[in-house]
């Protein structure tokens, strides 16, 4: 099993920064990616950024291309996302998420994800 725990959210004025971060624990060597989704009330969650272990390949959603970085720590444990420029609608709850890949026994792969208990980011005009 992996668990992850977020940490770094807060309350800031538009133009700031803010940097989170997630750390996993339990089946690390199962994490295949790790990534950042965010919602907003009345929103549906949505994708931020994500980040491939294996080659290190990320992925951003466009309204944070530019301004957002996500990272990975050399242990491959820990990611990071900078944000940097917050605007009011990036206000929301930031969930780290973790795809893990299993094989049974029988060597049948499957997927899963995991989600971290969420952290809020609030930024005010």
């Known amino acids: 099993q992996v668990q992850l725990v977020e940490s770094g959210g807060g309350t800031v004025t538009s133009g700031e920064s803010l940097r989170l971060s997630c750390t996993a624990s339990?089946?690390?060597?199962?994490?295949?990616?790790l990534g950042w989704y965010r919602q907003a009330p009345g929103k549906k969650r949505e994708m931020v950024a994500g980040?491939?272990?294996?080659?290190?390949?990320?992925e951003y959603n466009d309204p944070v291309k530019g301004r957002f970085t996500i990272s990975l720590g050399v242990g491959k444990d820990r990611t990071w996302l900078q944000m940097n420029n917050l605007r009011p609608d990036d206000s929301a709850i930031y969930y780290c998420?973790?795809?893990?890949?299993?094989?049974?026994?029988?060597?049948?792969?499957?997927?899963?994800?995991?989600w971290g208990q969420g952290t809020q980011v609030s930024v005010s005009a």
């Open positions: 980040i491939a272990l294996g080659g290190g390949t990320t």
């Open positions: 998420n973790a795809a893990i890949e299993n094989t049974s026994p029988q060597g049948l792969r499957t997927m899963k994800v995991v």
């Open positions: 339990g089946s690390i060597s199962t994490i295949r990616v």
